[in-house]
């Protein structure tokens, strides 16, 4: 199903995030290349499981920190037509989380079902 | 690089955007403007003032074409075109105006 | 459409090999590499696990990451193979996509 474009096929690119922020720098990073990759007109997929879930999680505050809070930039990225996000029924489950905790709108879907649309991207970053 | 406004000294990185973001102040947007050969209009300053309202909705600076549609969406398409941005900003409306409005570099700006 | 999954990282220290063996579907790959060949041992906590993850899906661990660490090949648990660089590179030709569990 692929559709063509001026240069080449549009690919299924998922970028699956399974860590929480601040702790590492992964997640600022895969959210800087996901908004990058809005440039290049792909199909582009953000996952979220594992303590990636907490990289959406409401009301963060990081001023005692002294570190950027970069969660409101994940409401832009629908400015940047990324639509696409899921994320883990049981990743929420496990960490005593539901829809209701997530700043931005998402997709919730079972672990088999995460692992089943895994296997129809062309490309795949984990982080 | 630094700017210098009445008489305080303020640090930019060498490309010209501001290291702190919080230093910004209309005076030293005036002075940028001024290096990048822009004098500043109402219809400038409405552009860095949506940037700056971005920014602090979203923390980051909008690409190019992500701040087109936007301004489309709450300007109309007059304004939210890439004629009407780049004749403003003859250097890029993303580059340009950022700098201006003390911003970092736009995200996903290739 | 299958999957080659690498993970590198023992299980005893993240959890990055169990989310993977939690994400693959009949027909995928995995490889362990670095400090995850330790999960290729027989008598770990893990063992049982991988053998049944073996059946599932074709596991396989990096040689020369097991020989590094003191580990013995002929130790693994039954069902996983050991590759060389070369079978690594088969495998993700093998696959239509890679996918590293950091």
């Not at chain 1, 440039?39 to 879930?53: I, K, P, R, S």
């Not at chain 2, 640090?11 to 230093?23: F, K, P, T």
């Not at chain 3, 020369?64 to 030709?93: I, M, Q, S, T, W």
Request: hydrophobic share 45%; proline share 4%; aromatic share 8%.
């Amino acid at each position: 199903m692929e559709e063509e474009f001026e240069g080449g096929a549009v690919k299924k690119f998922m970028y699956v995030n399974r860590k929480p922020p601040y702790g590492t720098v992964y997640a600022l990073e895969v959210l800087e290349m996901v908004l990058i990759s809005a440039a290049f007109d792909q199909d582009v997929h953000v996952a979220f499981l594992d303590d990636g879930v907490y990289q959406i999680k409401k009301g963060q505050d990081t001023k005692e920190l002294g570190h950027k809070n970069f969660s409101p930039t994940y409401r832009a990225l629908e400015g940047y037509d990324i639509e696409k996000l899921y994320v883990e029924q049981e990743s929420l489950d496990e960490r005593g989380l539901t829809e209701a905790d997530l700043l931005v709108p998402v997709e919730v879907i079972s672990r088999a079902d995460m692992a089943r649309l895994m296997g129809e991207m062309d490309v795949i970053l984990t982080a | 690089m630094a700017y210098s406004v009445a008489g305080k000294t303020i640090d930019a990185d060498e490309e010209g955007y501001l290291v702190d973001i919080n230093q910004w102040n209309e005076e030293l947007a005036d002075l940028i403007a001024k290096d990048e050969g822009i004098t500043m209009s109402p219809e400038h300053w409405e552009v860095v003032n949506f940037l700056r309202d971005y920014y602090a909705e979203y923390q980051i600076a909008p690409a190019v074409r992500v701040l087109t549609k936007a301004i489309a969406k709450k300007m109309g398409p007059e304004k939210g075109s890439n004629k009407y941005l780049y004749e403003l900003f003859p250097y890029g409306p993303g580059k340009q105006a950022c700098k201006i409005a003390g911003l970092p570099k736009p995200t996903g700006c290739v | 459409m299958s999957i080659l999954h690498t993970v590198n990282k023992s299980p005893f220290e993240r959890s990055n090999l169990n989310s993977c063996l939690s994400h693959v579907t009949a027909g995928d790959s995995v490889l362990l590499m670095e400090d995850a060949v330790v999960a290729a041992m027989t008598g770990t906590a893990y063992a049982d696990r991988i053998a049944d993850a073996a059946k599932q899906v074709k596991l396989c661990v990096l040689g020369a990451d097991l020989r590094a660490r003191g580990l013995d090949p002929a130790k693994v648990v039954d069902g996983v193979a050991v590759v060389d660089y070369a079978g690594f590179v088969d495998l993700a030709a093998a696959n239509n996509a890679v996918q590293a569990w950091l």
